[in-house]
Structure formats: C-alpha cells, structure tokens
C-alpha cells in the first residue's frame, strides 16, 4: 500500500461538515504523472486479488458510489473495475424507481442486485438515495428517514453477517467544479448526451443535498462500515483513492486460493497420452 498518509476522510458516525473538507486535494501528491508508478502497482495486486476472490468463492464486496451530479460515480467505476476480469464484476446503475420497485420496501430493488460470493457489485448511487433526494423534494419525513437510516445498518449488517463487504465511498466535489463540468457537457456537442436538464433543478438544492449527505455521513455510518469521503475535483486523484480503497478493502478479507483438488491428478495420464498423440500427428 502507499507510503504516502491516505487522504479521504473515514465517517465512522461522527458529525462531518463537508465545508471543511477541501474537494480539490490531493495530499502529497501534485500531479498525475507523481501517482502513475504506484497505479500500476496497485492495478497488479488488484487482478491478483481478485482472481483469488472469485476462484475462492467464500465472500463478496458491495462497492457503493454516491457523489453530486458530475462527481464521476460512472468514471471511477469504469476506470478502476476495468482491470478486472470483467466475468467478476458487475455495476448496477440507480435511476428513479419503477412501478414494481415502488411497490416493495426501498431496499429490494437494492437487495436483489447484490452479486453473490466471489464476485464484486458496484452501485452507481443506491438506497441512499432513499434518504437523500427523497428528503430534497419532501417525499418522506425527517422521521421516516430516521427509520430508513436504522433499516440501513441493519441491512448491511445483514450483508455483512453472510459474507458480504459493504464499502461506501462518496466522491466531493465543489460547486464550481460542477458548473463547469455542466458547461463544457452543453460547449462540446459530443457531451451533449451527458446533460439533464434536471441536473440544473438539483443544482439549485446544493446546500441541501450536502446537509443531508451529512446527516447520512452521521447516521449511517459505523465503525464495521464507515463512509469514505474522497476529494474528487481532481480526477487522476480520485482514481487512485478510490483504487487505494478497493485494494485496502480486498486484502484486509484475508482471500486465499482454494486447497487443490488431488482427484484432478488422475486425469493427467490420459491428456498426457491425446497431447503426445496431437504431436506425433503434427509431424
């Protein structure tokens, strides 16, 4: 792991005031070219883990993103998962609820999406929002959503309890990082796909997104399963905190390879025999 002091702030249930967290940080770092050695470092022992996560079949990780509108929940997934063997990772992308999710308690549509043992699941935002933009546009009460952050721990404890690691990361960003990223999705015509008009409706709830991320920050984060809150203005930075977490989370499960099965040796004579047969006819 880095020799370098980490730099994203770990919520363990604490009051944060995201105003006193810098957006823009880097740590010691100054530049992208300064991360790229210990990149590729972490990319290997990253492939290496997760080779030895999936063969092992015994646990499973729930990497949760959650971040403003421009955070780059998409870019940091695509960029870290993308070294993985792709048969091992699976996203899932929260938009507003159907009809059938409607109907169900808020975190069905969240449970029957979390991969089972040996595989990792990435949300782009999740059941969080349940306590986040529901409470921005007054769907449920301060009360409701003391209820939903209690069901929260529960459920993750749940997940935990069956082998499941949940890992929260919120990626930080500032206003005025925001505005420009809309502005250049509205100059460049082929970001044009990029923007919502309803981005610009969120927008103006900013202070109110971020109290309520707070109060998330406070309510829903424990010890066994803290919120990890990275400075995201910088993307190079961001990929490689968010890479730091990812390898930090898969070596602290202690993953090892299965035993070897001896039964396999007994098929070797006869393979041994079709390969020097394959051989022969070659010549």
């Known amino acids: 792991m880095s020799k370098r002091p980490l730099n994203w702030v770990l919520a363990t249930g604490d009051k944060i005031d995201l105003k006193k967290i810098d957006p823009k940080s880097t740590g010691e770092y100054t530049s992208k070219e300064d991360t790229e050695k210990e990149t590729k470092e972490l990319m290997k022992r990253f492939e290496k883990l997760q080779d030895k996560l999936f063969s092992s079949k015994k646990k499973s990780l729930l990497f949760i993103f ?99 690691k949940v890992v929260k990361i919120f990626l930080h960003i500032s206003k005025e990082f925001q505005l420009e990223k809309l502005i250049a999705r509205i100059e460049n015509p082929k970001k044009n796909w990029k923007f919502d008009e ?23 984060a424990t010890k066994d399963h803290p919120w990890h809150i990275v400075s995201a203005d910088n993307r190079w930075y961001r990929d490689l905190a968010v890479l730091q977490i990812v390898v930090r989370t898969l070596e602290d499960l202690d993953l090892s390879y299965p035993d070897p099965n001896p039964k396999l040796q007994d098929h070797l004579p006869d393979m041994y025999a079709e390969r020097e047969k394959l051989l022969k006819d070659k010549k």
């Not at 695509?78 to 792709?86: E, L, Q, R």
């Not at 999710?101 to 349940?130: M, P």
């Not at 309803?198 to 829903?220: C, P």
């Open 66 to 164: 959650q971040g403003m509108d421009c955070s780059g929940k998409d870019g940091v997934i695509n960029k870290v998962f993308s070294i993985s063997h792709p048969q091992g990772v699976q996203t899932h992308s929260f938009k507003t609820p159907t009809r059938e999710e409607l109907d169900h308690d808020f975190l069905w549509r969240a449970h029957k999406l979390v991969s089972g043992v040996g595989y990792i699941t990435a949300f782009n935002r999740s059941y969080y929002e349940d306590v986040l933009i529901t409470r921005v546009h007054k769907l449920i009460s301060d009360k409701k959503a003391q209820q939903r952050f209690k069901q929260i721990r529960h459920f993750e404890e749940m997940l935990d309890d069956n082998g499941v």
């Open 198 to 220: 309803s981005d610009l409706l969120e927008r103006k709830s900013w202070d109110t997104y971020q109290a309520y991320y707070e109060d998330v920050f406070a309510n829903a």
